[in-house]
T-cell receptor, first 111, second 117 residues
């Protein structure tokens, strides 16, 4: 079983839709959970970060972590065409500095 | 502007011809890392460096070399490239203080697309 599983999509939604992106992970040592966003021809950039279970909100984005089921989600409200990108979940745990990335989900928001 | 700069952005080469992809960061970061990104496989770590003169293997180090002689630079060397090294490569850096926190994320370059024929 891979450490981080992410549905690669692609996912296509109309503008204004609520988007749900999900990852599962297998390593109980993971403590930090992040979402990176990658636009075409660009490097990933950190979008959301959370340390514990529960929800974290930042504008139209909500990151949700359920450590009991090893499930992390990113919700995008009122999605915009500018949200079209690949979204990568990333987890980190233990004393090393390694991030484990999911494969990424390609999202297209159609105007 | 804080950034990670990779060069070149695009590179086409032939099997066996040694090449170097440069990476430089201007944020005084201790930690630097190289990734390759392939369809269906995602981002995989090649090598990383915790500080000057300290490097270690990631998940897919075979066929690659790195060096960290200066804090700002972390070149990726392919001594004898092969077609299976055709990929999109990213360099990234981070401060190790509070690493992984929102205030210390990984900063990525814009990638180097390498084709080995």
């Amino acid at each position: 079983q891979k450490e981080v599983e992410q549905d690669p999509g692609p996912l296509s939604v109309p503008e204004g839709a609520i988007v749900s992106l999900n990852c599962t992970y297998s390593n109980s040592a993971f403590q930090y959970f992040m979402w990176y966003r990658q636009y075409s021809r660009k490097g990933p950039e950190l979008l959301m970060y959370t340390y514990s279970s529960g929800n974290k909100e930042d504008g139209r984005f909500t990151a949700q972590v359920d450590k009991s089921s090893k499930y992390i989600s990113l919700f995008i409200r009122d999605s915009q065409p500018s949200d079209s990108a690949t979204y990568l979940c990333a987890n980190r745990g233990g004393s090393n500095y390694k991030l484990t990335f999911g494969k990424g989900t390609l999202l297209t928001v159609n105007p | 502007e804080a950034q990670v700069t990779q060069n070149p952005r695009y590179l086409i080469t032939v099997t066996g011809k040694k090449l170097t992809v440069t990476c430089s960061q201007n944020m005084n970061h201790e930690y630097m890392s190289w990734y390759r990104q392939d369809p269906g496989l995602g981002l995989r770590q090649i090598y990383y460096s915790m500080n000057v003169e300290v490097t270690d293997k990631g998940d897919v180090p075979e066929g690659y070399k790195v060096s960290r002689k200066e804090k700002r630079n972390f070149p990726l060397i392919l001594e004898s490239p092969s077609p299976n090294q055709t990929s999109l490569y990213f360099c990234a850096s981070s401060s190790t203080a509070g690493w992984g926190s929102y205030n210390s994320p990984l900063h990525f370059g814009n990638g180097t697309r390498l084709t080995v024929t």
